[in-house]
């Protein structure tokens, strides 16, 4: 039987934890952030991370969390890290946590949601266009062939976007 946890997967930006957190209301589950999580695990920030430890770690504690939630997580929304699907390993895992979601939205969104953005050391700094543009094209791909829905958000209200969720999600338990 399939776990009944909702994962949503998407670019920095696409409204993960924003739509997370209601969802969770709507299905009274309970609401978890990846990057939370391994904030408080490792005890820094996901920024201070990248600075002192480097991107493969922070990418290996993903996994480990993914691990760990592939066992325990139930009755959960997740929202995730922009990039934790792009491992293949994750994204089997994934898939195993519960029924995967992409909330999709434009590139041109999320340069305007991420302008003046901080804490993100992927978005962070100089020529953020430059360096979010050729990454949202090449993740685009990935988080479509992870997802079992995909729930395009473009000029949806939070509300809307839950409501669809909902609907997928539902259907998706009764199989
Ligand atoms: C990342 C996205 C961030 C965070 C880290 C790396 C990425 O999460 O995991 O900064 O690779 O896209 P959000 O998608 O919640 O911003």
Do not use: H, W
């Not at 998407?10 to 924003?18: D, I, L, N, V």
């Not at 066992?71 to 519960?98: F, I, Q, S």
Request: glycine residues 8%; charged residues 35%; contains cysteine.
């Amino acid at each position: 039987m399939k776990k009944n946890n909702v994962i949503l997967i998407g670019f920095m930006g696409c409204g993960k934890s924003t739509v997370g957190k209601k969802l969770a209301d709507a299905l009274a589950y309970e609401f978890r952030d990846t990057d939370a999580m391994i904030e408080e695990d490792y005890g820094k920030t996901i920024s201070k991370m990248f600075e002192e430890d480097g991107e493969a770690y922070f990418r290996d504690a993903e996994t480990e969390l993914l691990k760990k939630l592939s066992v325990e997580a139930d009755g959960m929304v997740l929202a995730t890290g922009g990039g934790m699907p792009m491992r293949e390993e994750n994204a089997t895992l994934l898939k195993k946590v519960g029924t995967v979601v992409f909330l999709e939205t434009t590139i041109v969104t999320i340069l305007s949601r991420l302008q003046k953005d901080t804490g993100r050391p992927l978005a962070d700094g100089e020529d953020r266009e430059a360096r979010l543009r050729p990454l949202f094209a090449k993740r685009l791909p990935v988080y479509r062939a992870v997802a079992e829905y995909i729930v395009n958000t473009e000029e949806k209200s939070v509300d809307v976007i839950v409501e669809e969720i909902k609907t997928v999600v539902n259907d998706a338990t009764k199989k």
